[in-house]
């Protein structure tokens, strides 16, 4: 089961398997990275398989970064403080 420690490594993972980028970082910038719609489809839906939790699409847009985002859904996941 994913903890909420990896959840950064695993946002990083699916970006760098959407965005085709093996180089992209914890602050890489989704839209620098060239993400669009459909990568945006596809990170939520690994995170949704990885997690078991909804996560909008619209997140990846408003928080660009695999940091920023893993810190909004880290927040919001079961169990956290």
Request: without cysteine; glycine residues 6%; hydrophobic residues 45%.
């Amino acid at each position: 089961m994913t903890t909420t420690h990896d959840i950064p490594e695993l946002i990083v993972s699916l970006y760098r398997e959407s965005l085709g980028d093996d180089t992209l970082a914890a602050d890489s910038d989704f839209f620098e990275s060239n993400g669009d719609s459909l990568a945006a489809f596809q990170i939520t839906a690994g995170l949704q398989d990885a997690l078991g939790i909804e996560v909008s699409v619209a997140l990846v847009f408003a928080y660009p970064s695999p940091a920023d985002l893993a810190a909004v859904i880290a927040s919001d996941a079961p169990g956290s403080a």
